[in-house]
C-alpha cells in the first residue's frame, strides 16, 4: 500500500509502498521560506504521479504553516508555476 507522510522535523515529504521507501520531496526552511530542492522517486514507481503527490503535500503543509514556498528543484517549479 502506497502512503505519503509528511516529516517536518527531517524537512521532508516521503512516500513508502508498504514498509519500503521509494520516494521523496525535501526542502530547506529559510526564514519562513520553504525552498523545494529535490523530488525524487524509484524508477519502477514512475508514471504514476507520486512525485506530483509529494510536491502537493510539502506545499500543502507550507500553507498550513504559514509559510512561504519556492523551488529550486525544476519538477517542483513546474508544478509552482501552473
Do not use: P
Amino acid at each position: 500500500m502506497i502512503k505519503i507522510l509528511f516529516e517536518i522535523e527531517k524537512k521532508r515529504a516521503v512516500v513508502y509502498d508498504d514498509n519500503k521507501e521509494i520516494g521523496e520531496c525535501d526542502f530547506i526552511d529559510n526564514n519562513g521560506t520553504w525552498n523545494i530542492i529535490h523530488t525524487g522517486v524509484n524508477s519502477k514507481y514512475q508514471g504514476q504521479g507520486i512525485a506530483r503527490k509529494l510536491v502537493e503535500c510539502v506545499i500543502k503543509n507550507a500553507k498550513e504553516n504559514n509559510k512561504k514556498i519556492i523551488a529550486e528543484c525544476s519538477y517542483a517549479r513546474k508544478i509552482l508555476d501552473k
